[in-house]
């Protein structure tokens, strides 16, 4: 028979576990709750923390017409002996993968995880929903506008390094070899756009610190257990924002992408897309130039 816990007993033991990582058996002892019941109700209240939040807190650092950095992040675990090599990662530990988007206030406001570690960002991002929407012109980006003091109307884009595609939305860096000064700027500048995902994570990570070791749970109950910590991290985030410092030279913050799709124009060529890093390259290299930049080249 399944042992009777209150609500808020519930909570207090899944929040102890999210923000510790104790064991199921620690747990037990420390609050004098089954074993088996334990390892029921915990991911029955992550999935519940994850559905009563995601709505408002899952839904522009110095570089214009940026709505957020893209990412992905291994969760270590102890795959199950059945699975083989199936979550075998190239850092050669098993994981699943979690893909997000952050925005300047390092929140998560799109999140995919559970795709097995032996998959690359980029398989991880061609097969998630954020790539079809992107593909398909289906979210709300706002409407094209020109850059700063420039005259060629540019897409909203997300920042992305080199393992993802370059796209009409997607603004990634140059290839490394044989790069001009301009290439090196603008790589340079798209690189401080996308250190708020690495900064998200961080915080993430020192905030729950089970992150940085192997979780001894199934890998579903591993992906639940990591989106009842992202969306607590974005509650923690929205009511702490002042103990975070913010790069937010020249933000636009009228600009959010949020939740919704609405229905633009057609896909764009690769040749639109290697125009738009130029046209981002010359701004950056011009009027849109910061005083830094070339002096840590």
């Not at 070899?177 to 290439?183: D, G, I, L, P």
Request: aromatic share 10%; net charge positive; proline share 4%.
């Amino acid at each position: 028979m399944r042992e009777c816990i209150s609500a808020r007993d519930r909570l207090t033991v899944t929040l102890r576990f999210l923000a510790t990582g104790e064991s199921y058996k620690s747990l037990m002892f420390s609050f004098r709750i089954g074993h088996s019941t334990i390892s029921q109700f915990v991911p029955e209240v992550c999935t519940a923390i994850y559905n009563s939040l995601k709505a408002e807190n899952l839904k522009k650092w110095n570089l214009p017409n940026v709505l957020g950095a893209i990412d992905g992040k291994h969760i270590m675990l102890q795959a199950p002996r059945s699975e083989g090599s199936t979550y075998f990662n190239y850092k050669g530990t098993h994981s699943i993968v979690l893909l997000v988007l952050v925005d300047a206030k390092y929140k998560f406001t799109y999140i995919d995880v559970g795709c097995n570690g032996r998959v690359s960002d980029r398989g991880v991002f061609a097969s998630s929903t954020l790539s079809h929407s992107t593909k398909t012109n289906k979210l709300n980006f706002p409407a094209e506008q020109p850059l700063p003091r420039r005259t060629k109307p540019l897409p909203f884009v997300i920042v992305a390094d080199a393992a993802f595609p370059l796209s009409y939305n997607i603004l990634k860096l140059f290839p490394f070899r044989n790069m001009s000064e301009h290439q090196r700027i603008s790589n340079y500048r798209l690189s401080r756009a996308r250190r708020v995902v690495e900064n998200a994570f961080g915080i993430l990570v020192n905030r729950f610190r089970i992150l940085l070791n192997t979780i001894n749970l199934k890998p579903d109950k591993v992906e639940t257990i990591t989106s009842a910590w992202l969306a607590l991290h974005n509650l923690l985030i929205t009511k702490n924002i002042s103990n975070y410092r913010i790069y937010n030279d020249d933000i636009d913050r009228r600009y959010i992408l949020r939740y919704g799709l609405s229905q633009q124009v057609g896909n764009r060529s690769t040749k639109d897309s290697l125009n738009n890093r130029l046209e981002f390259m010359e701004y950056v290299n011009g009027v849109g130039a910061v005083a830094s930049q070339n002096s840590l080249l």
